[in-house]
C-alpha cells in the first residue's frame, strides 16, 4: 500500500519560506494525484494545494494562493510544496495525501484521497 511520507516542515519566522516534499518509497507517483492539507489545533483539516498525475492541473485556496507552489518531478518520484512569505496563521500540521487517477484533475477535499502520510509540523513564529 502507498504510503507518503512528508518531510521539510520547521520553525520559521514570519516572512520567510520553506520546502516541504511528499515522496513514497516502492510506489511510483506517476498515476497519483498528489494533494496537501494542513491542520492547525482545534481547526479543520484545510487542503493548501493539488497537482494531477501529471502536473497538467494545480489549485490553491485564496488564502494561499501567490505564495504557496506546487510542483512535482516524477523523475525523483516527489511532489514539493514551496511555501513563501509564510505568516503565523500557516502553522500546522501538513499533510500529503494520494488518489490513483490518470485523469487531469486535482480535488482539495480530504475525503477524495486515498492515503495519507503522517505530517510534518510547519511553526511560523519570531
Known amino acids: 500500500q502507498l504510503q507518503p511520507v512528508e518531510s521539510g516542515g520547521g520553525l520559521v519566522q514570519p516572512g520567510g519560506s520553506l520546502r516541504l516534499s511528499c515522496a513514497a518509497s516502492?510506489?511510483?507517483?506517476?498515476?497519483?494525484?498528489i494533494g496537501w492539507f494542513r491542520q492547525a489545533p482545534g481547526k479543520e483539516r484545510e487542503g493548501v494545494s493539488c497537482?494531477?498525475?501529471?502536473?497538467?492541473?494545480?489549485n490553491y485556496p485564496d488564502s494561499v494562493k501567490g505564495r504557496f507552489t506546487i510542483s512535482r518531478d516524477n523523475a525523483k518520484n516527489t511532489v514539493y510544496l514551496q511555501m513563501n512569505s509564510l505568516k503565523p496563521e500557516d502553522t500546522a500540521v501538513y499533510y500529503c495525501?494520494?488518489?490513483?487517477?490518470?485523469?487531469?484533475?486535482?480535488?482539495?477535499?480530504?475525503?477524495?484521497?486515498?492515503?495519507w502520510g503522517q505530517g510534518t509540523q510547519v511553526t511560523v513564529s519570531s
Open positions: 516502492g510506489f511510483s507517483l506517476d498515476y497519483y494525484v
Open positions: 495525501a494520494a488518489r490513483t487517477t490518470r485523469l487531469p484533475v486535482c480535488n482539495q477535499d480530504p475525503t477524495w484521497y486515498q492515503f
Open positions: 497537482i494531477s498525475s501529471r502536473g497538467s492541473t494545480t
